[in-house]
């Protein structure tokens, strides 16, 4: 029997919990037709919201190829912000010593036309390296806007973290690479997510109706990546 990691297990019990992992019928961003939903929005309480960040803390923490290695934390409007705001708050907090120098920045919708005007709030990002960190990737179409607004302010960006990786197919690929697997190859970057597919279809095994791991599975088989 696979096993996954205690902190993704708490992560996925919260998001259960919390009613931020569902299961039904969902239309995604994509078009899709989706039989689960992972909401970020729904981390609001302090139970819910502390695990969170800690998993993003952690994730971030683990990896050399990022910890360290960027100047700014960027999230992307809206889901983004808040993640960026407690996360930089908790590795500011844990790594003063590395973190200290580092800012956050997120950005608009709607570019503001008066007072300080612009899409972009808080550390400017010319010439800065960069780690997006927001709450899934799908197709990847979101991280790419990320990517080409950053880049249009003159930042870098040398990593994503993201909360789910829905482990799925671009919608218009002629083979079965992930929409991550794209990316990485395309920007040549390091991206991490706390869980993935597999790890919800493991984790849900014995807590959610038996119907509901069926539907997963197929929607795995139509639009799973192979990578
Ligand atoms: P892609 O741009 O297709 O990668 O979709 C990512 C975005 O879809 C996320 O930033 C969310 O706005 C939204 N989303 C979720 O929040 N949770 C999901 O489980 C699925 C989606 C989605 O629409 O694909």
Excluded: C, W
């Excluded at 960026?84 to 580092?102: G, N, R, S």
């Excluded at 808080?122 to 899934?136: E, H, N, S, Y």
């Excluded at 960006?157 to 079965?176: F, K």
């Amino acid at each position: 029997m696979s096993t996954i990691a205690s902190y993704k297990t708490s992560l996925l019990d919260a998001a259960l919990s919390g009613g931020a992992l569902r299961f039904g019928s969902f239309t995604l961003k994509s078009g899709r037709q989706s039989p689960y939903f992972f909401n970020a929005g729904s981390f609001f309480t302090g139970a819910l919201h502390v695990p969170f960040v800690d998993a993003f803390a952690s994730t971030i923490t683990s990896s050399s190829a990022i910890h360290g290695q960027f100047d700014v934390l960027f999230g992307p409007a809206y889901k983004g912000i808040p993640l960026a705001a407690a996360v930089f708050y908790a590795l500011a907090k844990q790594h003063p010593e590395v973190y200290t120098e580092v800012g956050y920045t997120f950005d608009r919708k709607e570019a503001k036309d008066h007072g300080e005007g612009g899409v972009m709030v808080g550390a400017p990002l010319q010439g800065k390296r960069v780690l997006v960190i927001d709450d899934v990737v799908s197709s990847g179409t979101a991280k790419r806007e990320a990517i080409e607004k950053i880049t249009a302010a003159g930042g870098k960006v040398v990593g994503i973290v993201v909360a789910v990786d829905r482990q799925e197919t671009l919608p218009d690929a002629a083979d079965r690479s992930s929409a991550i697997g794209q990316l990485k190859k395309e920007y040549g970057i390091p991206i991490l997510a706390i869980v993935n597919l597999e790890d919800i279809l493991t984790g849900m095994k014995g807590k959610i109706a038996d119907a509901d791991i069926v539907r997963l599975e197929e929607y795995r088989a139509t639009y799973g990546a192979s990578d």
